[in-house]
Structure formats: structure tokens, C-alpha cells
């Protein structure tokens, strides 16, 4: 079964068990930037300068990856010059989240369950159905970032976008974060992918960055 960088996040981001969403936020902005990575890498976008533009509208065959293909050609075609990665991450993260629910979903991986929040509040919430797909992802992420073996070009993607999304306790909870994370920033910088995905990397950390430092001072404030 073939699953996207954003099924990946979000796998790791819901309890097992209660099907509640770990680091809420930072992971929304991580499952937007694992569909875009997932884009750049299929050759459909490209993200250069902290911008991003759509290079083919061929689709892919992942109806999760296609529609976005389709929202960001349609909203870019709008802009007078190519938007900022920023903007699309802000723009769609909601949505992308809820998409990416729905294609787990729909995959079997998880199910929705209906709960009352202090008996008033309706929340939906996703446990697992099935755990082969997390349990090799989890097995995968530790044999690079902790056993040292070479990542191919997704797994190292995901990483670096766990990395810039500081998701570091859901992906490894069972390692504290000072020791994982130099792990994690050796991989993303490091020289498994070709320049311009590793560029694409990096502009997506640093809107990343940027975007986790807004909502801490907007949530500070």
C-alpha cells in the first residue's frame, strides 16, 4: 500500500488507542507540507525562493495529491506573481488535514468514532483500524534516525519535515528531543535527494518556521 508523506504525519500524529490528535497544530502545517513535498517530488511543483508554482498538471493518480494539484493551480493562476509558500500553507492546512483523514479513512487505517466533549461538545476522533502501515513507518524512521541507515529520498523528506514541524515527540516518544533532533538536522541537510528537492526542503522549514513562531506569539499574546 502506497501512502503519502501527509497519510505518514498524520499516522503519526493520532493516539493509537483514543484517535486524538498529538501536536495539533504544528502537524497541520506538517501534513500540508508533506502533500506539497510529495508534489515536488512527482515533478507537479516546484518551490524555489520560498515560492511555489505549479510545472504540471498531469495527474498523479492519488486522488488526495490530484485535488491539491488542482486547488493550487487554480488559486496560483489567480496571483499576479508565483505565492509564497507561507501563503499556501496557511491558506489550506485545515482542509489538507481533513482530507488526508478522509483518505486514511477510506484506506481502512483508521476509523471515526463519535465523542461528546464534558457530555455537550461533538468531536470526531480517529483510532487506528489498522497498524501494519504505522508500525512499518515507525520501524523505517528509527533504523535511519537511530540505527544509521541511508534513507531513501521520501523517508528523509518526511523526516526533515518532522524536523521543521518539531514533531519530534510523536515521531520518536520514546527519545527525548535534544538527542534526536542533531540526528534529524544531519539527515536534512544532508546530501540524499537532488539540489532542488533539498531546496524545496528548505523552504518549506523555513516557512515552517515562521509560521510555528507566528502561532506561539499569537497564542502568547
Same mark, same amino acid.
Given at each position: 500500500?502506497?501512502?503519502?508523506?501527509?497519510?505518514?504525519?498524520?499516522?503519526?500524529?493520532?493516539?493509537?488507542?483514543?484517535?486524538a490528535?498529538?501536536?495539533?497544530?504544528?502537524?497541520?502545517?506538517?501534513?500540508?507540507?508533506?502533500?506539497?513535498?510529495?508534489?515536488?517530488?512527482?515533478?507537479?511543483?516546484?518551490?524555489?525562493?520560498?515560492?511555489?508554482?505549479?510545472?504540471?498538471?498531469?495527474?498523479?493518480?492519488?486522488?488526495?495529491?490530484?485535488?491539491?494539484?488542482?486547488?493550487?493551480?487554480?488559486?496560483?493562476?489567480?496571483?499576479?506573481?508565483?505565492?509564497?509558500?507561507?501563503?499556501?500553507?496557511?491558506?489550506?492546512?485545515?482542509?489538507?488535514?481533513?482530507?488526508?483523514?478522509?483518505?486514511?479513512?477510506?484506506?481502512?487505517?483508521?476509523?471515526?468514532?463519535?465523542?461528546?466533549?464534558?457530555? @455537550?461538545?461533538?468531536?470526531?476522533?480517529?483510532?487506528? %483500524?489498522?497498524?501494519? #502501515?504505522? =508500525?512499518?513507518? $515507525? +520501524?523505517?524512521?528509527? *533504523?535511519?534516525?537511530?540505527?544509521?541507515?541511508l534513507?531513501?529520498?521520501?523517508?528523509?523528506?518526511?523526516?526533515?519535515?518532522?524536523?521543521?514541524?518539531?514533531?519530534?515527540?510523536?515521531?520518536?516518544?520514546?527519545?527525548?528531543?535534544?538527542?534526536?533532533?542533531?540526528? @534529524?538536522?544531519?539527515i536534512?541537510?544532508?546530501?540524499? %535527494?537532488?539540489?532542488? #528537492?533539498? =531546496?524545496?526542503? $528548505? +523552504?518549506?522549514?523555513? *516557512?515552517m518556521?515562521?509560521?510555528?513562531?507566528?502561532?506561539?506569539?499569537?497564542?502568547?499574546?
Amino acid at each position: 500500500m502506497t501512502v503519502t508523506l501527509a497519510e505518514e504525519i498524520m499516522l503519526l500524529s493520532l493516539d493509537d488507542a483514543s484517535g486524538a490528535a498529538q501536536e495539533k497544530q504544528s502537524a497541520s502545517w506538517a501534513v500540508a507540507g508533506g502533500i506539497l513535498l510529495d508534489l515536488v517530488l512527482a515533478g507537479r511543483v516546484a518551490v524555489e525562493g520560498g515560492r511555489l508554482r505549479v510545472t504540471d498538471l498531469t495527474p498523479t493518480g492519488v486522488p488526495l495529491l490530484d485535488e491539491r494539484l488542482r486547488r493550487i493551480a487554480e488559486w496560483a493562476g489567480r496571483k499576479s506573481r508565483a505565492p509564497k509558500v507561507t501563503e499556501w500553507l496557511t491558506k489550506d492546512h485545515p482542509k489538507a488535514v481533513r482530507a488526508t483523514v478522509d483518505s486514511l479513512c477510506g484506506r481502512g487505517l483508521v476509523r471515526a468514532e463519535q465523542h461528546k466533549v464534558l457530555g @455537550l461538545f461533538p468531536v470526531t476522533r480517529y483510532p487506528e %483500524a489498522d497498524g501494519s #502501515v504505522e =508500525r512499518e513507518l $515507525r +520501524d523505517r524512521l528509527r *533504523a535511519v534516525a537511530l540505527g544509521g541507515a541511508l534513507p531513501d529520498t521520501r523517508t528523509a523528506g518526511l523526516l526533515a519535515l518532522v524536523h521543521g514541524a518539531k514533531l519530534h515527540r510523536v515521531a520518536f516518544p520514546e527519545v527525548p528531543r535534544k538527542e534526536i533532533a542533531p540526528r @534529524l538536522e544531519q539527515i536534512s541537510a544532508g546530501q540524499w %535527494a537532488s539540489e532542488d #528537492v533539498r =531546496r524545496a526542503i $528548505r +523552504d518549506m522549514q523555513a *516557512a515552517m518556521t515562521v509560521i510555528l513562531a507566528a502561532t506561539v506569539v499569537t497564542i502568547a499574546g
